[in-house]
């Protein structure tokens, strides 16, 4: 799917059909644009502020594109308990890299975790971790 | 020679594929099946009952030569050899997308029970089974499939809500990537029995991986529920979504803010239509209950607890991972005996239970039995039956104060006590650390937690002073250590 008019397309018909369509413009574009918004907004019959209100409620949705590959890394409290926040320093000093903090990834048993893309990383500690963000830039 | 291996999240996550990979290219016939939920032993290697645990490229060799250490039969691990696995019977055992295996061990059963007996059957069955909602709030399941099912509409709905967000929990996950079919079979039955046509899984983008594992199978078992129907809906990225009346406005399209109740989303729900929403764990728990009865399933349990919870050891803990048991086993038992305590070694200072909106338990606590009402005696919740330990290293100023931070992060922002009481509980906290007039400020905390807990709408701002509290309570030295002379 190439523009947002095919990806309103594809899934006017289903239900509640805008977080499916704020998803997929999400992954296509990278953001979800003001001219994306205007576009959904038309599409779908809701006003500019209701779509707007949407993209901006969800951490997934952003404004901006920025080219970066994203690294979430788990700091909730199970991830705490295994020593995350002394990752967070290494996490931290990366520019080249986005590193964004997320609230559990469900391995939390095995962590301190991380996700690239839908890849999953587990037992992170100071090395592993360097090592990994170092294999992404 | 057959191996098997899981291809489970946390499995993957310890390096499963490539161990797969290594043995594929060794030549053996790999198998991917569902994880046993010894996650401390990731990745588990199995070959004809046999565990090797925590296998590294290294030892790929030697395990294919029989020369490895192993850990012996898994079945007879004590991990596992003292569950008691009815929602998890498969766990290890299927490979989670062959429907050939699933009508091997029992699938199906369920529903076709279901559909003999008729909608006023299943829901009196599940009733009588004492079925509770395994997401936290406990309330019977039986009650509010008969609120849906006696509700006027010509259109209703089924929702699995499948927004696992709370730390230490990954249950919903295992049953979505290890069993799909189990869940995709309870909702099939919860829909027959309150005559819904359609139902919708909400899954929470940060589990790729099990949105993946349920749009498969539902694409391969779509003919055997017809006509009902289920559709895969991701979430994204905001926690308040796990709370139902905010995930129905996101299903909807909308911003995940919380509803007042009353109506009751059984009586006006999904698009304002009578609606049945259930944790993961709860659908899942009622392929078994049809299949073996009511009464089978209630005889587990103690009080008002039946039937088995999947409880799900987290943190800092040695032996962590799904342990599935009937109610009544103590914290104590969990944590030591079962756990093997602490990863790290040093002793358990604090263990919360329930997620982020759990209260925090010192080890004093450990005679607690896991019931919905004895930890709700002791100022806490089971929630979703998940256990994160922490050891004495822990700082209880800075949890309590994550905990509301946390809650200001998460706020949808609809009630005032939630949006406005977490951003200050963060700011009072941070006065507290500093020791700045530290009695007159946990004063302040008591008194803003009572009004959060009784004035916002729902259980993110109304249980966030559980661990604030319940760590105030407890550990009163992290709160006063660092006043100022």
């Not at chain 2, 291809?7 to 790999?30: E, K, L, T």
């Amino acid at each position: 799917m190439s523009s947002i008019a095919d990806i309103v397309a594809f899934h006017h018909h289903r239900e509640g059909p805008l977080l499916p369509i704020l998803h997929d413009v999400q992954a296509a574009f990278g953001h979800v644009s003001e001219a994306a918004i205007r576009e959904i907004a038309e599409a779908l019959n809701l006003t500019r502020a209701e779509v707007h209100g949407v993209v901006s409620f969800y951490h997934d949705f952003k404004n901006a594109p920025d080219p970066r590959l994203i690294l979430k890394l788990c700091r909730a409290e199970a991830c705490q308990a295994r020593g995350v926040d002394e990752l967070v320093a290494i996490a931290d000093e990366q520019t080249a890299i986005m590193v964004e903090p997320v609230y559990c990834l469900g391995l939390c048993s095995v962590g301190p975790a991380a996700m690239i893309g839908r890849k999953l990383f587990a037992r992170l500690d100071r090395a592993r971790l360097s090592a990994l963000i170092e294999a992404m830039t | 020679m057959k191996v098997r291996i899981s291809d489970d999240a946390a499995a993957r996550a310890c390096g499963a594929d490539s161990i797969a990979a290594a043995f594929a290219q060794a030549g053996a016939a790999v198998e991917r099946v569902s994880s046993w939920g010894m996650q401390w032993l990731e990745p588990l290697v199995e070959i004809e009952g046999v565990g090797y645990g925590s296998v590294t490229l290294d030892d790929v060799p030697a395990i294919l030569g029989r020369r490895a250490k192993s850990i012996g039969p898994i079945e007879d691990h004590p991990f596992i050899a003292r569950q008691t696995r009815l929602t998890f019977a498969r766990a290890g055992k299927t490979r989670p997308l062959s429907l050939e295996d699933y009508a091997a061990t029992g699938g199906w059963q369920g529903l076709v029970k279901a559909r003999e007996i008729g909608p006023a059957a299943i829901v009196e069955t599940v009733l009588q089974s004492g079925l509770r909602g395994r997401g936290g709030a406990g309330f019977p399941a039986g009650i509010k499939w008969k609120t849906v099912a006696d509700a006027e509409g010509t259109r209703k709905y089924i929702v699995c809500n499948a927004d696992e967000g709370d730390s230490g929990t990954f249950a919903d996950r295992m049953v979505m990537e290890g069993d799909p079919f189990m869940l995709i079979e309870g909702m099939a039955i919860a829909g027959l029995a309150v005559g819904a046509g359609k139902g919708f899984v909400y899954i929470r983008s940060e589990y790729p991986h099990a949105v993946a594992k349920m749009e498969a199978a539902i694409r391969l078992c779509a003919h055997l529920i017809v006509p009902f129907e289920i559709e895969v809906r991701v979430g994204a990225g905001a926690y308040v979504c796990g709370e139902e009346t905010s995930l129905l406005n996101s299903l909807e399209g909308k911003r995940g803010e919380v509803r007042a109740k009353p109506p009751l989303p059984a009586h006006k729900g999904l698009f304002g239509c009578p609606t049945a929403i259930n944790n993961v764990l709860t659908l899942a728990a009622v392929p078994w209950i049809l299949a073996n009865g009511a009464q089978a399933y209630a005889a587990f349990g103690m009080g008002r607890s039946r039937g088995t919870k999947p409880i799900q050891l987290a943190g800092n803990i040695k032996h962590g991972g799904l342990f599935e048991t009937a109610f009544g086993i103590t914290l104590g038992e969990l944590i030591n005996d079962i756990g093997g305590g602490t990863a790290s070694g040093r002793p358990v200072r604090a263990v919360q239970v329930g997620g982020p909106l759990g209260a925090y338990h010192p080890p004093a606590d450990f005679h607690l039995p896991f019931d919905y009402e004895a930890f709700t005696e002791a100022n806490g919740l089971i929630g979703h039956g998940g256990i994160v330990v922490f050891d004495e290293s822990v700082n209880m100023a800075k949890q309590a104060r994550f905990a509301l931070e946390f809650c200001a992060i998460e706020s949808c922002g609809k009630c005032t006590p939630c949006r406005l009481g977490s951003t200050r509980g963060v700011e009072t906290l941070d006065r507290i650390i500093a020791g700045e007039n530290v009695e007159a400020n946990l004063a302040l905390i008591a008194d803003l937690s009572e009004t959060m807990k009784f004035g916002s709408l729902c259980a993110l701002g109304g249980f966030a002073p559980y661990p604030v509290m319940s760590a105030i309570t407890h550990f009163p030295e992290d709160f006063v250590l660092r006043e100022k002379p």
